[in-house]
Every structure is written in C-alpha cells, then in structure tokens.
C-alpha cells in the first residue's frame, strides 16, 4: 500500500509546455540567436542551465542571464493571458491530500511554480525540489531518493507520476513504481518502452488506479 504519491510539475499538473517553447523562441529572437522548436522540444525536460549549453551553445554568462530574464518575463506574461493548470488538477490533488502524503520534484526553477500553480493547491504538498535547488537533476534519482527521506517512506510505499521518459529513469534507478501520463513530453509508446508500470491518458484515472491497487 502506498503511503506517499511524488508528482512531476510541467506536463502533469500544468500544461505549459507549448507556454515555455513560446517564450524562449520569443527570447532567443530579441537576442537575434537560433532556435528551433524541434531543439526546444527535444530538451524539454531538462533543467535551465542545461538548456544554456543545449539550445544555445558557447555563451556568455551576460548573455544568458539576459535570455533567461526575458524567457521568463515572456513566460509570467502568458500564463497570466491563459491558466496553465490541467482541470482536473483540483479534485485530484485535493482527493489523493486526503489519503497520501504528496511531494513534488520538477527540474523547472521553483519560482515558476510560485507563479503558475495556485497557493491552495501548493499548500497540499508536505515536501518539492526544484531544478534550482538539485545538485543532480532529473533523471539521476538523487532528487526523489531527497523527498523520500524527507516524506519519511521507503521505494515500496511509494510512487512517482511523470510524463516524460526522464521521469521513468529517475523512477525506476530509485527503485519506485511510476505512473506515465501522455499529456507532456513523452508519447505512450515511448514511456512504456523506457518501461513505465502504468501509462495513463491523463491525471483524472490517477485515483482510480491507486484506489484500485490499494485495495487488491
């Protein structure tokens, strides 16, 4: 039985993915520097400072620190224009708080979340990380190994909800059962290939599953 359930942020909760591609191609234009949706897409999930070397190559600390402050005021500015959050988001988290302890581990900078996710909903989780306070991001284990001690379980009690095959590989090296959702990075096949022990069309059949396991 699962004493625990640890959420990823970006194609889980909040579907801004296609907010953050529009922002730093936004960003990277003003810079008059290349970018591609393909790129960005293609390393979605990784931290920010990965994305520096990634889609931009050898720059300058100055240039960078200017392509990220204005990525980040194109993002503030359209997630203001339209709530990111995932409908379903609510009632789940709210059902799944009155059950399990909830953690949350994302490679995003923590203020991301402060700005896109609703206070209400934030004050549900009893633990996050965030890719500006990992020493080692996604999909090394470090990061859920830290909120398993500090949600005080151990890998059978609990389980990970991701959408990327990032996420599967982090799961599975900290020895704890994932479940994929298809409403982020990752298609179906791709997550039950990186071996994802459920794969779920979205965040609402949550519930369901877990009911369903902790009562077999």
Known sequence: MFKAVIFDFNGVLVNDLVIHEKAYLKAAKDMGLPLTKETIQKYISTTALQKRKLYFGDISDKTWNRIFQLKTEYYFDLVEEKNPLFPEVGEVLNSLGRQYLLGLISNTPRRYFEKAFPQNL???????????????????????????????VDADQCCYVGDSVSDVRMAKQAGIRIFSVVTGDSSGEELREAGSDWILDSLSELVRELNSIDTF
Do not use: V
């Open 122 to 152: 934030a004050r549900l989780f009893q633990a996050t990380i965030f890719g500006d306070e990992m020493r080692h991001p996604k999909p090394s284990p470090e990061a859920l190994l830290e909120m398993m001690g500090r949600l005080k």
